[in-house]
């Protein structure tokens, strides 16, 4: 049995966690969710690493929603940073699904977007965890989450 | 017992850690306050890191209000990036709780918006430290701390 | 018999990790290979070091190909800065391979800059762990990969 | 008795450790200099770790005067970003007294900047390890170093 | 008898370490150098560690020369954000001598500022290693590399 972190913020405007959660459940079993709520994006480093090292968790997932202005960019580009670091000192993944304001037109569009990839992000950390094999297949294909997948440019 | 550290600087314009703890203890009980003052935002990560681990705090409050220049943001990305850090060194949490000169038309309104996020964060630290629930609840919804939240867009 | 890892992204529309190793099997022997496709770039940090501390990688090739929007070279940069830290905590190369789409007129020329690039830094790899010689002996001669070299400039 | 460390560049304009360790002595007593002079601002993050963690000093007022480009406000941000990290690697505070070429209209203003940053700094630095309560005092009140400060604004 | 790291690229169009090299034998004894050439700046910071940590090196001579693009800058960044945290973690100073395409009119003039640049860098080095002291007497007096120096100014 495995554990899957979801941490996800307040901030956010749509419940991306809970879309991801129901794909992974779609997707396969052996594994059970912790999940973590925390206000914001900056928030979730730390949060993602007391998911893998207090409560046991295989992987995480980690859901945010960053605001629409430059100091919001900032933000998202701190936490990304953070998610990283945290990855590098507990030697586990941790699917960031960030969806920024600017990328749908409008809040239907960011709405779906969110739950896109929120969805295709889990099945992503479940395959990372229970099937390398099929990420390997897909290597090079240019596969996109929340949006069509652009495919793979010529010459092989 | 837990305690609560709340970190500030003489820099900013606004005593946003009286906000702070005084906003927590209309909250709640069963914590004590370590305060903790230092000249600028970039003093604030190792300020909260000595609260963590020298004065036995479980959680720390990080309060400052970066100058309205474009270096004045690089040092706000700097301490920001220090306090991600921090927490990922510590196994704890620090709420930032940055105010910008550009978020307000002017000194009033800034005070305003100073104090508003201040005690609005202070209830994430006491929510964080003691009923984690309330912050779930509240997933996905577009909270906002000194704005009016934004709440949740469509489509679940 | 030494290791070398080659990590790779689904997100990427080359398979890169097929001409670097091809390139490498064309370049010598004495190694053996080990893969890692994880979603997109921001994943490859960890990918990398997993890939040294539990595959006993000597070291590693990361490959990948950000997307051509502003947030993208953001995720590059955050990318970039995790596969630096990931060698300083390893005390082992990890040669990274990124294409930015920007970098060719078309879908054609970004596939031949993506294998040209990919064959030319595995051989770098191959060099830093078979023969570093040949390095040495190149220092300072304007090296270019999926480029025409540069060349040195004069003075002695 | 104390030991305050104070690092500096060859690179600034103004011999602002001279100008801090006037002040310190100035300010107060039972505490010793350590002196460590640099080339530029990159060089004293681990200037300052060897000077809390090989010379004993347990506070360092880092010196430097940035040029006026571009560039040089990179070196300022990594050497910052540098710092912090040797705080949060050491537990020391590390105060940073920069200076940029843009903040005065004139050599002689600069000169007189970085003479006033490095001496209020200094004061911050004595403080900060003999008498914090003085900071505490000053907590929100908009002090600045080197320029008049701004003072507190309204609400409260 | 002290080692000094000496670390290039193969990207750079000049042989700055030869230049270093020549230098610091004019400047003294008591020394030996080890060499380590990669393809690029971003390998640089694991070859200083390993200089230092594996070939026993006192202090390291970083070289390189970026590109001119954007992209080149940001990779800038990132090899002296890596360096700076390489010295972090050996307690050990590694001096950066890069120089940038757009620092100099032609190929020429960028050749001729390269090799001054990482003469005198060379003698920061032997200086840092074996007399402090010349350092110390320079501090705040704007020595540049490559360059005239800037000089003093006034007030003092």
Same mark, same amino acid.
Not at 128 to 140: E, I, S, T, Y
Not at 142 to 156: A, K, S, W
């Given at each position: 049995?495995? &554990?899957?972190?979801?941490?996800?913020? &307040?901030?956010?405007?749509?419940?991306?966690?809970?879309?991801?959660? =129901?794909?992974?459940?779609?997707?396969? &079993?052996?594994?059970?969710?912790?999940?973590?709520?925390?206000?914001?994006?900056?928030?979730?480093?730390?949060?993602?690493?007391?998911?893998?090292?207090?409560?046991?968790?295989?992987?995480?997932?980690?859901?945010?929603m960053?605001?629409?202005?430059?100091?919001?960019?900032?933000?998202? +580009?701190?936490?990304?940073?953070?998610?990283?670091?945290?990855?590098?000192m507990?030697?586990? +993944?941790?699917?960031?699904?960030?969806?920024?304001?600017?990328?749908?037109?409008? =809040?239907?569009?960011?709405?779906?977007?969110?739950?896109?990839?929120?969805?295709?992000?889990?099945?992503?950390?479940?395959d990372?965890?229970?099937?390398? =094999?099929?990420?390997?297949?897909?290597?090079?294909t240019?596969?996109?989450?929340?949006?069509?997948?652009?495919?793979?440019?010529?010459?092989?």
């Open positions: 049995m495995k &554990t899957i972190g979801v941490a996800d913020t &307040t901030f956010a405007r749509f419940d991306m966690a809970s879309a991801a959660i =129901d794909e992974l459940e779609r997707t396969g &079993t052996g594994f059970r969710v912790e999940r973590y709520t925390v206000p914001g994006v900056k928030d979730l480093p730390v949060a993602c690493k007391l998911l893998i090292e207090e409560r046991g968790c295989d992987i995480v997932i980690a859901l945010g960053p605001g629409p202005m430059e100091k919001d960019r900032m933000c998202a +580009h701190e936490a990304s940073t953070g998610l990283i670091r945290a990855q590098l507990t030697n586990r +993944h941790i699917i960031e699904v960030f969806v920024h304001a600017d990328e749908a037109p409008d =809040d239907g569009g960011l709405a779906a977007l969110a739950e896109g990839r929120a969805r295709e992000h889990a099945v992503n950390a479940y990372l965890l229970f099937r390398p =094999d099929r990420l390997r297949r897909d290597a090079g240019g596969q996109r989450q929340g949006f069509p997948d652009e495919g793979p440019i010529g010459r092989r």
